[in-house]
């Protein structure tokens, strides 16, 4: 049974930080790409991050380039999303989702996603 499972979410002040975890089972994690994507209520699903299959390219939306950090441990079946600096505007249920093709922040693109772990950025 195919599963992606996200953590470490909670609430965090401003300028904090936090490390989310996507561990995958029922597949083999170094045949996907996998993804990070957040939604805010009222808004549209954004694309955060993507890691290669092998974890030897990564992209970020420029919203979050430069704070945020996303790596794979493919012997654990986990990927991470280390965020830093974070801001009020970082509040957002955040997925990781999986694609057998390259890396894309595009949703439609991704065949398979978590539940979710929200993420709360206020005083």
């Known amino acids: 049974q195919v599963q992606l499972v996200e953590s470490g979410g909670g609430l965090v002040q401003p300028g904090g930080s936090l490390r989310l975890s996507c561990a995958a089972s029922g597949f083999t994690l170094d045949y996907y790409a996998i993804g990070w994507f957040r939604q805010a209520p009222g808004k549209e699903r954004e694309g955060v991050s993507c890691i290669s299959r092998r974890g030897g390219n990564t992209y970020y939306s420029d919203s979050v380039k430069g704070r945020f950090t996303i790596s794979r441990d493919n012997a654990k079946n986990t990927v991470y999303l280390q965020m830093n600096s974070l801001k009020p505007e970082d509040s957002a249920v955040y997925y990781c989702?999986?694609?057998?093709?390259?890396?894309?922040?595009?949703?439609?693109?991704?065949?398979?996603w978590g539940k979710g772990t929200p993420v709360t950025v206020s005083p």
């Open positions: 989702a999986r694609r057998s093709g390259a890396c894309t922040l595009v949703d439609y693109a991704m065949d398979y």
